[in-house]
């Protein structure tokens, strides 16, 4: 499983990072999928980053303000939020899945990453 961290709570306008790193395995052979749920929603895919740092695809709703990258050699991957928003917060998952199902033209889709963490909550609020 993965282990997230970096959240908390920002003013809007404000920037966080977050990491996850995974617990057991490499992230070497697999796209990172970022994901965030919110109490009472569907889990929502974020962005998504392929094994060798290609096919990068964002949600609409984050496109411009959120940036995914990853580190291999550190075995971490990474999610830049700027110019947050109170409906940017929830809980923000990371999972992994074969690159095949990160795709460059549609954010990930939870059903087909594993391995997911237990979350780091973001609150963005005045």
């Known amino acids: 499983h993965f282990v997230e961290s970096g959240g908390g709570w920002v003013q809007p306008g404000g920037s966080l990072r977050l990491s996850c790193a995974p617990s057991g395995f490499t992230l070497d052979h697999y796209a990172v999928g970022w994901f965030r749920h919110v109490p009472g929603k569907e889990r929502e895919g974020v962005s998504c980053?392929?094994?060798?740092?290609?096919?990068?695809a964002y949600a609409d709703s984050v496109k411009g303000r959120f940036t995914v990258s990853r580190d291999n050699a550190k075995n971490t991957a990474f999610l830049q939020m700027n110019s947050l928003k109170p409906e940017d917060t929830a809980v923000y998952l990371c999972?992994?899945?074969?690159?095949?199902?990160?795709?460059?033209?549609?954010?990930?889709?939870?059903?087909?990453?594993?391995?997911w963490g237990q979350g780091t909550h973001v609150t963005v609020s005045s």
């Open positions: 999972a992994v899945a074969p690159d095949y199902y990160c795709s460059a033209y549609v954010p990930p889709a939870p059903d087909d990453f594993d391995f």
């Open positions: 980053i392929r094994s060798g740092g290609t096919s990068i």
